[in-house]
T-cell receptor, first 110, second 114 residues
């Protein structure tokens, strides 16, 4: 079992819809969780951080964390073509390092 | 203007040559990291440093070397022992190794072996 798992996609949604990206992790003692957006040929950009159970909203983005289920998700409301990118889930566990998932490719179709 | 800089943006190397990738940050971050990304793949950790004059191997350190003589600098050398070095190399930093600190990436160096 991979430490951080994401569906590679592609996830295709129409413009204006809600995109839901999911991530599961294996280390129960993980304390902090991050979502990065990576455009093709570019470096990852941090878009959300979440540390406690529940929802955290920032503009069109909502991160959701459920530590009991070892599950973290990212919702993107009113999806735009400019949101088309690969989204990386990262988890900080007891190794003292960020562990990254393989990423989910999101395609927003006009 | 604070941030992480990497140079060069593109680098071409002949087989058998060593090359050094530069990473500099002016964020006053203690921890710095090097990752490798292959097309369609996730990030793999090469080396990391949590403090000046100290560094540890990551998951794929063979064929690479690093130094951390200054807080703001963490250069990566890709040696001729690295069998398949063509990849996108990303440097990252965070304030320290505590869990809640955010990690930021530089713009990357794309290395191609000819």
């Amino acid at each position: 079992q991979k430490e951080v798992e994401q569906n590679s996609g592609p996830l295709s949604v129409p413009e204006g819809a809600i995109a839901s990206l999911n991530c599961t992790y294996s280390d129960r003692v993980s304390q902090s969780f991050f979502w990065y957006r990576q455009y093709s040929g570019k470096s990852p950009e941090l878009i959300m951080s979440i540390y406690s159970n529940g929802d955290k909203e920032d503009g069109r983005f909502t991160a959701q964390l459920n530590k009991a289920s070892q599950y973290v998700s990212l919702l993107i409301r009113d999806s735009q073509p400019s949101d088309s990118a690969t989204y990386l889930c990262a988890v900080f566990g007891n190794t003292g390092k960020l562990i990254f998932g393989q990423g989910t490719t999101l395609q927003v179709k006009p | 203007d604070g941030g992480i800089t990497q140079s060069p943006k593109y680098l071409f190397r002949k087989e058998g040559q060593n090359v050094t990738l530069s990473c500099e940050q002016n964020l006053n971050h203690d921890a710095m990291y090097w990752y490798r990304q292959d097309p369609g793949q996730g990030l793999r950790l090469i080396y990391y440093s949590q403090i000046v004059n100290d560094f540890q191997k990551g998951d794929i350190a063979e064929g690479y070397s690093v130094s951390r003589e200054k807080k703001e600098s963490f250069p990566l050398t890709v040696t001729s022992a690295q069998k398949n070095p063509t990849a996108f190399y990303l440097c990252a930093s965070r304030l320290d190794s505590l869990s809640y600190n955010e990690q930021f990436f530089g713009p990357g160096t794309r290395l191609t072996v000819l």
